[in-house]
């Protein structure tokens, strides 16, 4: 299994519901992220969990709360979001924390906040 | 903050020309990543060149590295239809442990 598999595909949400959503990868990487996109940019990095811990935290609202269940597993739960939260949310892995591989991403998740 | 400066933006060629996209970078590096997103879908690597590498080849892929200028060109042969996509490069940083950073990416268009 050699990639990154990200639910739902699309979610559409209002500004007071509280979702999550999943990231799974069973290829042995220590080292996960999430990255929020917004269109026509580039990946921007939100959190990074090297071996289950939260090791980065770019200064992500506290509306948006990772987890990190097992070594598989990423969530990213959502609450009272924004519209200006719409956005494409990647999560990647990497076999550790520096990234010297290069990164697996998942297809991501188009989020619509409305 | 954004570590790396594609050029140029956008890039539309006739299938079977080359293409070449340019990354330039601010901070010393560890090593450089060139990454390729279709439209609204995931990023998928293509190729990472190291700090004390000037040139790599993957298939149709050519990346080279300067190093002096802080610089890096991905240069695609050949083009095919499906090379449309976006392309953008990562750069990590030598003091910037656990992440890579992306730059702003050059969107590449071949014309059939």
């Known amino acids: 299994d050699t990639e990154v598999t990200q639910t739902p595909k699309h979610l559409v949400m209002g500004m007071t519901n509280k979702k999550s959503l999943k990231c799974e990868q069973h290829?042995?990487?220590?080292?996960m992220y999430w990255y929020k996109q917004k269109a026509k940019k580039p990946p921007e990095l939100m959190f990074v969990?090297?071996?289950?811990?939260?090791?980065i935290n770019e200064s992500v609202p506290s509306r948006f709360s990772p987890e990190c269940p097992n070594s598989s597993l990423l969530n990213l739960h959502l609450h009272a979001l924004q519209p200006e939260d719409s956005a494409l949310y990647l999560c990647?892995?990497?076999?550790?924390?520096?990234?010297?591989?290069?990164?697996?991403f998942g297809s991501g998740t188009r989020l619509t906040v409305v | 903050s954004q570590q790396g400066e594609e050029d140029p933006q956008a890039l539309s060629i006739q299938e079977g020309e080359n293409a070449t996209m340019n990354c330039s970078y601010k901070?010393?590096?560890?090593?450089l990543q060139w990454y390729r997103q279709n439209s609204g879908r995931g990023l998928v690597h293509l190729i990472l060149?190291?700090?004390?590498?000037r040139e790599k080849h993957s298939g149709r892929l050519r990346v080279t590295l300067d190093t002096s200028k802080k610089s890096s060109s991905l240069l695609i042969t050949a083009s095919r239809a499906a090379d449309t996509a976006s392309y953008f490069c990562?750069?990590?940083?030598?003091?910037?442990?656990?992440?890579?950073?992306f730059g702003k990416g050059t969107r590449l268009h071949i014309l059939p």
């Open positions: 990647a892995s990497s076999q550790e924390r520096t990234g010297l591989y290069g990164y697996t």
């Open positions: 290829m042995g990487h220590r080292a």
């Open positions: 969990y090297s071996y289950e811990k939260l090791s």
């Open positions: 901070t010393s590096i560890n090593n």
């Open positions: 060149i190291r700090s004390n590498e």
């Open positions: 990562a750069t990590d940083g030598r003091n910037r442990d656990d992440k890579i950073i």
